[in-house]
């Protein structure tokens, strides 16, 4: 009696976990999201398949391309992760990552300081990440976090 209704509500709530959880991981993919706020094809490298040496990410052939542990941190972002600390800076330094790269799409080269790819991706960093489902608050905080803004005008929106 006790015992076994004891047991269904436990069954029952760790079913619900389980399918939040999933819900929830399966709320967003990288790729697909990226893709929509950048407007161009937006690639995630797996983990070993990423052969571009030094680099972290690129603007190839019409295609925004992101080394592996850049698409994890935006994707934990996406997931509703909110770090702090040095796990911020490097969400951050992801999302920039990824916004320099949409400013390479949109024309932007590495240029003078001020005018190129890194300070125009810090410009449309916040956009980019409130298009993505990003809430203000956090976007704004990862936006701040970004190595770039004391080189870049503050002209971000």
């Known amino acids: 009696?006790?015992?076994?209704?004891?047991?269904?509500?436990?069954?029952?709530?760790?079913?619900?976990?389980?399918?939040?959880?999933?819900?929830?991981?399966?709320?967003?993919?990288?790729?697909?999201?990226?893709?929509?706020?950048?407007?161009?094809?937006?690639?995630?490298?797996?983990?070993?398949?990423w052969d571009r040496g030094g680099e972290y990410g690129g603007w190839y052939d019409g295609v925004i391309s992101l080394a592996p542990w850049a698409c994890r941190w935006i994707g934990r972002t996406l997931d509703g992760d909110r770090p702090g600390g040095w796990r911020r800076t490097l969400t951050?330094?992801?999302?920039?990552?990824f916004a320099h790269e949409v400013a390479h799409s949109q024309g932007y080269d590495h240029g003078e300081a001020t005018v190129g790819a890194a300070c125009q991706g810090w410009r449309i960093m916040r956009p980019l990440m409130r298009a993505a489902g990003v809430s203000r608050g956090y976007a704004r905080a990862l936006w701040i976090s970004s190595a770039h803004r004391a080189s870049c005008p503050s002209s971000a929106p």
């Open 1 to 49: 009696g006790f015992l076994a209704v004891r047991f269904w509500i436990g069954v029952l709530a760790v079913g619900v976990a389980l399918g939040t959880a999933s819900a929830a991981q399966a709320r967003y993919t990288v790729e697909p999201t990226l893709t929509r706020v950048a407007g161009v094809e937006t690639r995630c490298y797996e983990p070993g398949t």
């Open 92 to 97: 951050a330094k992801s999302w920039h990552l």
